[in-house]
Protein backbone atom coordinates (compact mmCIF):
# COMPACT_ATOMS: atom_id res chain seq x y z
CA UNK A 1 0.00 0.00 0.00
CA UNK A 2 1.39 3.36 -0.63
CA UNK A 3 0.09 6.97 0.88
CA UNK A 4 0.80 10.72 -0.46
CA UNK A 5 1.02 13.01 1.76
CA UNK A 6 -0.48 16.62 1.17
CA UNK A 7 2.31 18.61 3.54
CA UNK A 8 0.12 21.44 4.62
CA UNK A 9 -2.96 21.76 5.88
CA UNK A 10 -3.70 24.75 3.50
CA UNK A 11 -7.38 24.47 2.67
CA UNK A 12 -7.80 24.24 -0.89
CA UNK A 13 -3.93 23.85 -1.26
CA UNK A 14 -2.19 23.50 -5.31
CA UNK A 15 -0.37 20.28 -3.35
CA UNK A 16 -3.53 18.99 -2.36
CA UNK A 17 -4.65 18.95 -5.89
CA UNK A 18 -1.62 17.39 -7.34
CA UNK A 19 -2.18 15.05 -4.47
CA UNK A 20 -5.50 14.18 -6.59
CA UNK A 21 -4.16 13.48 -9.78
CA UNK A 22 -0.97 11.54 -8.61
CA UNK A 23 -3.54 9.36 -6.67
CA UNK A 24 -5.68 9.10 -9.91
CA UNK A 25 -2.23 8.33 -11.72
CA UNK A 26 -1.12 5.20 -9.04
CA UNK A 27 -5.29 4.09 -8.39
CA UNK A 28 -4.82 3.64 -12.59
CA UNK A 29 -1.81 1.58 -12.62
CA UNK A 30 -3.86 -0.83 -9.97
CA UNK A 31 -1.84 0.23 -6.83
CA UNK A 32 -3.68 0.37 -3.69
CA UNK A 33 -3.42 3.99 -2.42
CA UNK A 34 -4.52 6.24 0.05
CA UNK A 35 -4.50 10.18 0.45
CA UNK A 36 -3.55 11.60 4.01
CA UNK A 37 -4.20 15.71 3.66
CA UNK A 38 -2.73 17.40 6.49
CA UNK A 39 -5.80 19.72 6.84
CA UNK A 40 -7.50 16.40 8.35
CA UNK A 41 -5.35 16.60 11.06
CA UNK A 42 -6.71 17.46 14.84
CA UNK A 43 -6.70 21.12 14.66
CA UNK A 44 -4.56 20.45 18.25
CA UNK A 45 -2.43 18.08 17.39
CA UNK A 46 1.10 19.54 18.01
CA UNK A 47 0.26 20.68 21.49
CA UNK A 48 -1.27 16.79 22.15
CA UNK A 49 0.68 14.86 20.27
CA UNK A 50 3.88 16.20 21.62
CA UNK A 51 7.10 14.21 23.40
CA UNK A 52 5.49 10.92 23.20
CA UNK A 53 1.97 11.80 24.16
CA UNK A 54 -0.77 10.32 21.15
CA UNK A 55 -4.33 11.31 20.82
CA UNK A 56 -6.93 8.57 19.96
CA UNK A 57 -7.68 10.39 17.13
CA UNK A 58 -3.90 10.65 15.59
CA UNK A 59 -2.80 7.30 16.43
CA UNK A 60 -6.03 6.49 14.04
CA UNK A 61 -4.47 8.58 11.16
CA UNK A 62 -0.68 6.82 12.44
CA UNK A 63 -2.63 3.33 11.92
CA UNK A 64 -4.66 3.99 8.80
CA UNK A 65 -1.98 6.06 6.35
CA UNK A 66 1.49 5.71 8.15
CA UNK A 67 1.96 1.93 9.75
CA UNK A 68 0.59 -0.11 7.58
CA UNK A 69 2.04 2.05 3.68
CA UNK A 70 5.44 0.35 2.31
CA UNK A 71 6.36 3.80 -0.05
CA UNK A 72 5.15 7.01 0.57
CA UNK A 73 4.71 10.12 -2.27
CA UNK A 74 5.15 13.30 -0.36
CA UNK A 75 3.46 16.27 -2.32
CA UNK A 76 4.88 19.87 -0.35
CA UNK A 77 4.61 23.67 -0.95
CA UNK A 78 7.64 25.67 -0.71
CA UNK A 79 7.21 27.57 2.28
CA UNK A 80 10.03 30.05 2.86
CA UNK A 81 12.34 28.01 0.69
CA UNK A 82 11.69 24.49 2.66
CA UNK A 83 8.99 22.66 4.01
CA UNK A 84 5.77 23.37 5.79
CA UNK A 85 6.23 23.80 9.82
CA UNK A 86 3.43 21.68 9.99
CA UNK A 87 4.95 18.30 8.12
CA UNK A 88 7.69 18.93 10.05
CA UNK A 89 5.34 18.33 13.18
CA UNK A 90 3.46 15.67 11.57
CA UNK A 91 7.10 14.35 11.57
CA UNK A 92 7.53 14.75 15.25
CA UNK A 93 4.87 13.35 16.41
CA UNK A 94 4.65 10.21 14.41
CA UNK A 95 8.11 9.84 15.29
CA UNK A 96 10.83 8.10 13.01
CA UNK A 97 10.08 4.26 13.57
CA UNK A 98 6.74 4.09 11.41
CA UNK A 99 9.00 5.19 8.29
CA UNK A 100 12.45 3.42 8.80
CA UNK A 101 13.31 1.12 6.20
CA UNK A 102 10.11 2.51 3.93
CA UNK A 103 10.69 4.45 0.23
CA UNK A 104 9.25 7.75 0.18
CA UNK A 105 9.13 9.81 -3.67
CA UNK A 106 8.90 13.66 -3.49
CA UNK A 107 7.05 16.28 -5.31
CA UNK A 108 7.63 19.83 -4.59
CA UNK A 109 5.32 22.47 -5.83
CA UNK A 110 5.90 26.20 -6.18
CA UNK A 111 4.52 29.71 -7.78
CA UNK A 112 7.68 30.58 -8.00
CA UNK A 113 10.56 29.00 -9.90
CA UNK A 114 12.30 27.05 -7.65
CA UNK A 115 9.62 24.13 -7.30
CA UNK A 116 10.67 23.87 -3.88
CA UNK A 117 13.98 22.27 -4.79
CA UNK A 118 15.40 23.60 -1.58
CA UNK A 119 12.69 22.29 0.58
CA UNK A 120 13.17 18.49 -0.80
CA UNK A 121 16.93 18.47 -0.51
CA UNK A 122 16.97 19.57 3.03
CA UNK A 123 13.58 16.67 3.74
CA UNK A 124 15.89 14.68 2.08
CA UNK A 125 18.55 14.56 4.92
CA UNK A 126 16.22 14.25 7.84
CA UNK A 127 14.47 11.19 5.51
CA UNK A 128 17.75 9.78 5.63
CA UNK A 129 18.27 10.32 9.01
CA UNK A 130 14.88 8.51 10.15
CA UNK A 131 16.01 5.60 7.82
CA UNK A 132 13.93 5.94 4.57
CA UNK A 133 14.97 5.29 1.54
CA UNK A 134 14.44 8.81 -1.33
CA UNK A 135 13.78 7.91 -4.46
CA UNK A 136 16.07 9.94 -6.66
CA UNK A 137 13.73 11.45 -9.17
CA UNK A 138 12.20 14.50 -7.79
CA UNK A 139 9.38 16.37 -9.35
CA UNK A 140 9.81 19.85 -9.30
CA UNK A 141 6.59 21.77 -10.17
CA UNK A 142 7.68 25.60 -10.96
CA UNK A 143 4.80 27.80 -11.53
CA UNK A 144 2.26 26.00 -10.56
CA UNK A 145 -0.35 28.94 -11.14
CA UNK A 146 0.53 28.60 -14.76
CA UNK A 147 -0.78 25.11 -14.61
CA UNK A 148 -4.74 25.78 -14.12
CA UNK A 149 -7.34 26.66 -15.46
CA UNK A 150 -9.66 29.76 -15.17
CA UNK A 151 -11.44 27.57 -12.58
CA UNK A 152 -8.53 26.60 -10.33
CA UNK A 153 -8.06 23.44 -11.58
CA UNK A 154 -4.63 21.68 -12.02
CA UNK A 155 -3.51 19.20 -14.71
CA UNK A 156 -2.45 19.20 -18.87
CA UNK A 157 -0.57 17.23 -20.61
CA UNK A 158 3.21 18.57 -19.42
CA UNK A 159 2.05 17.91 -15.38
CA UNK A 160 0.60 14.31 -15.73
CA UNK A 161 3.02 13.07 -17.81
CA UNK A 162 5.85 14.49 -14.97
CA UNK A 163 4.00 13.05 -12.81
CA UNK A 164 3.23 9.75 -14.32
CA UNK A 165 7.35 9.64 -15.28
CA UNK A 166 7.88 9.58 -11.51
CA UNK A 167 5.11 7.07 -10.42
CA UNK A 168 6.41 4.76 -12.94
CA UNK A 169 9.75 4.86 -11.82
CA UNK A 170 8.66 5.05 -8.10
CA UNK A 171 6.86 1.40 -8.59
CA UNK A 172 10.23 -0.21 -9.49
CA UNK A 173 12.28 1.06 -7.16
Not at 12 to 27: C, P, R, W
Not at 80 to 91: Q, T, V, Y
Amino acid sequence: MYTIISATHRPGSNSLKVAHIYLQILQDQGIEVKLLSLTDLPHDFIFTNSFGARTERFQQIVDLYITPARKFILVAPEYNGGMPGIFNAFLDAVTPEPFRGKKVAMVGVAAGRGGNARGMDHQTNCFHYMGVNVYHQFVTLSQILSMGNKHGELGGEVLVDLLTKQALGFMAY
